[in-house]
T-cell receptor, first 112, second 116 residues
Framework: DQQVKQNSPSLSVQEGRISILNCDYTNSMFDYFLWYKKYPAEGPTFLISISSIKDKNEDGRFTVFLNKSAKHLSLHIVPSQPGDSAVYFC???????????FGEGTQLTVNP | SAVISQKPSRDICQRGTSLTIQCQVDSQVTMMFWYRQQPGQSLTLIAT?????????ESGFVIDKFPISRPNLTFSTLTVSNMSPEDSSIYLC?????????????FGPGTRLTVL
């Protein structure tokens, strides 16, 4: 049972444009959501998080939107840069600091 | 965040042997976790490493196969026992720093294990 799903295995975007990565979840107990970026041969790097009491959180070029009724969240990167090319993982937990359930990841490629 | 190191960074092991992976953090943490990422797949939680008591294992993972120690607030080990090629994965520890403003998990660089 895949409780966190990222339906797009890959996304290709032009430099300077917006990248939108999507994530859906099924467990209504999830209360805290995070996005991680992963380069090959490295551990995941934390990007941004959001708790269920909010519908938007912004940090520089990164914005996460949460639609709790639709059980859907998205990560927007504006403007996209070639260095953003990596695998992006969506993760969820029932409380902050507790066990994480990850999606399958989306490979983002930003073309110069 | 915290500075997290893992040893070894990679290893190639023979079937039937065991490997112990270390996770060291430069500051005290509240929670420590061990994850696995099999080739082409997402990250899966193996267990929560509890300080001074037995780890809490997820469904499908058992202590005999993946014994875990956590003697203090900054160090943990994961042993992969009686290895088979199916254990070839990246093994990652993650932590929740004690002094962090939010309870975000931060990951170590990972240990890439290949079992022949």
């Amino acid at each position: 049972d895949q409780q966190v799903k990222q339906n797009s295995p890959s996304l290709s975007v032009q430099e300077g444009r917006i990248s939108i990565l999507n994530c859906d979840y099924t467990n209504s107990m999830f209360d805290y959501f995070l996005w991680y970026k992963k380069y090959p041969a490295e551990g995941p790097t934390f990007l941004i998080s959001i708790s269920s009491i909010k519908d938007k959180n912004e940090d520089g070029r990164f914005t996460v939107f949460l639609n709790k009724s639709a059980k859907h969240l998205s990560l927007h990167i504006v403007p996209s840069q070639p260095g953003d090319s990596a695998v992006y993982f969506c993760a969820a937990s029932e409380t902050s600091g507790s066990r994480l359930t990850f999606g399958e990841g989306t490979q983002l490629t930003v073309n110069p | 965040s915290a500075v997290i190191s893992q040893k070894p960074s990679r290893d190639i092991c023979q079937r039937g042997t065991s490997l112990t992976i270390q996770c060291q953090v430069d500051s005290q943490v509240t929670m420590m976790f061990w994850y696995r990422q099999q080739p082409g797949q997402s990250l899966t939680l193996i267990a929560t490493a509890n300080q001074g008591s037995e780890a809490t294992y997820e469904s499908g993972f058992v202590i005999d196969k993946f014994p875990i120690s956590r003697p203090n607030l900054t160090f943990s080990t994961l042993t992969v026992s009686n290895m088979s090629p199916e254990d070839s994965s990246i093994y990652l520890c993650s932590v929740v720093p004690l002094a962090a403003p939010t309870d975000t998990q931060y990951f170590g660089p990972g240990t890439r294990l290949t079992v022949l």
